[in-house]
Every structure is written in structure tokens, then in C-alpha cells.
């Protein structure tokens, strides 16, 4: 069972109600936002192994190469330029997708390994973690979390999906059992909600809402809610001693009122999911 934390924005809480709740629920954490991994911050586990994710790029033989361009017509990514005397390649706008050396009638092109970023596994007492971290400056994060979804055994995993609707979250979504849809209390709230449960539609993800800095009249979130049909089975009140606890590293359910409604809020997944075990 795979569970998606996603938002529609960064900034919403929803790394905050990943690693808590996955904390409650003594299940493995997934940190799939790979561009900014923060979920280790909370957890600390004790990292145990880290694997480069590596994309075949072509190299091109210069020496066999004839510059007919037919490489570079059936590129779908501009990755191949035909320039001066050489055939040029941007190797960050390359997608792996090997036509460039299917196509190629003189065998000029082979494929080599490139490293965008690496996945880490470690544990916190017997929780699982792992996390995907895509090296600063490269453009694609999906095949880091292909990798790091790749590397999940079974059991009940809690993904902190990356924020937004980029490609990135869809892949992180794609193929979960539910999704949790983080938000706050506010029209640009509603708007990124919207961003986020659109997604999960289109992937044929179930899911629910948790309203996050909550101030008590939570009707914007309520209203949409009810209008797509969609539970909100949390709320998290807005609280200055959270943010600083928070900024401190802390995960909020070492606090006791804290861990109450984290507990609470897990229940409520577990009764969704019909979680059993």
C-alpha cells in the first residue's frame, strides 16, 4: 500500500504531515521530492546505502560520424544540434530515450552513463527511510523517483510527493492507493488544491484533505471539498510553538497534544485505506 502526500504549493505543510504521520503510522517514509529533499531533517534515520541513478546520454564518434542530421531530425528534445563541422549534444535536455542510436546507419553513436543524483536508504529504530536527492542544476527529477520507487519492498509506504503538478508529482502519485492533499485555509489555497486534486483524478487516485493552519473557519476548503466529493478528514490549527518547533528540526508528535491529533488523523487514513495491520 502506497500512500501520496501531495499540495498544490510548497510551503503548505505537507512534508510536515508526511513525516509526522508516517511517524504515527510506523510506516516506511519515501521523500520523493527530489529537488529539495527535507524530510530526512525531522527523521534523522541512520543512512545505510546510497546508490547513484545514472541516464544513458549518446556519445558520439566524431571520427564515423557523417553529420547526415538524421540523429538530430528525429531528436524529439532538441538534445542534438547539427552546427559547424560536429555534431553537438546538450546532454540536459536528453530524455535517454536511445533513438539517436537506433537511427544512426553508421554506428557513430553509443550510449554512455551520466549521474543526475543518488537515492539513500537508512533507518530510524525500525523505520524505514529513504529519500531521492536530483543533483543541483540538472532539469529532471522523474528517473530519480522511478529509481527510488523502484527500490520500495511491500509493506505501507508514505510518499512526500514533490509540490505543484509537474511531472515530478505525477510520478510520484502514479500507481499509489491513496492520496492525502495537504492545503491551507485561503483562495490561493483553494486554487493549488485544485492544481493537486486534478492530478489525482486524472491518475484514478482516491483521496482526502487535511487543512493545515487552520484558524478556524476553514468554509473556502469546506465548500470545495464537498462540491468534488472529496472527505476532509484533518485539521492542524494554525500555532506559532508548531512553526518553531518545527524550524528547530522537531517532528510535532514528540509533542503530546501534537501527537494526539496526529494519531487521530491516522486513524482516519487507516479506516479509508482499511488498513488492518
Not at 8 to 36: F, H, I, M, S
Amino acid at each position: 500500500m502506497k500512500i501520496a502526500v501531495l499540495s498544490g504549493k510548497g510551503g503548505t505543510g505537507k512534508t510536515t504531515v508526511a513525516v509526522n504521520l508516517a511517524t504515527v503510522l510506523a510506516c516506511r517514509y519515501v521523500d520523493c521530492d527530489v529537488e529539495a529533499p527535507n524530510g530526512f531533517l525531522f527523521l534523522q534515520p541512520t543512512v545505510e546505502s546510497k546508490q547513484d541513478v545514472l541516464l544513458q546520454v549518446p556519445e558520439i564518434d566524431h571520427a564515423l560520424c557523417t553529420r547526415c542530421q538524421e540523429c538530430v531530425n528525429h531528436c524529439q528534445f532538441n538534445a542534438l544540434l547539427g552546427a559547424g563541422s560536429r555534431i553537438n549534444l546538450f546532454e540536459k535536455l536528453c530524455h535517454s530515450c536511445g533513438l539517436c542510436t537506433l537511427v544512426c546507419r553508421f554506428e557513430a553513436i553509443k550510449e554512455k552513463p551520466r549521474v543526475i543524483g543518488y537515492v539513500e536508504y537508512g533507518k530510524r529504530g525500525q523505520q524505514e527511510c529513504w529519500r531521492g536527492v536530483l543533483t543541483p542544476g540538472e532539469p529532471m527529477g522523474v528517473p530519480i523517483i522511478d529509481a527510488l520507487k523502484d527500490k520500495l519492498a511491500d509493506g505501507w509506504s508514505m510518499l512526500d510527493a514533490p509540490p505543484g503538478s509537474s511531472c515530478s508529482v505525477v510520478a510520484t502519485a502514479i500507481d499509489t492507493d491513496f492520496a492525502i492533499l495537504v492545503t491551507e485555509p485561503t483562495p490561493f489555497g483553494v486554487h493549488d488544491l485544485d492544481m493537486a486534486t486534478q492530478v489525482i483524478k486524472k491518475l484514478g487516485v482516491p483521496g482526502a484533505i487535511v487543512i493545515n493552519r487552520s484558524v478556524g473557519d476553514d468554509r473556502l476548503i469546506e465548500d470545495y471539498a464537498a462540491t468534488n466529493g472529496i472527505p476532509v478528514i484533518g485539521r492542524l490549527p494554525f500555532s506559532l510553538g508548531a512553526a518553531q518547533a518545527i524550524a528547530r528540526g522537531e517532528l510535532l508528535v514528540q509533542l503530546p497534544k501534537w501527537r494526539a491529533r496526529f494519531e487521530e488523523l491516522g486513524n482516519r487514513v487507516r479506516e479509508l485505506v482499511g488498513w488492518t495491520s
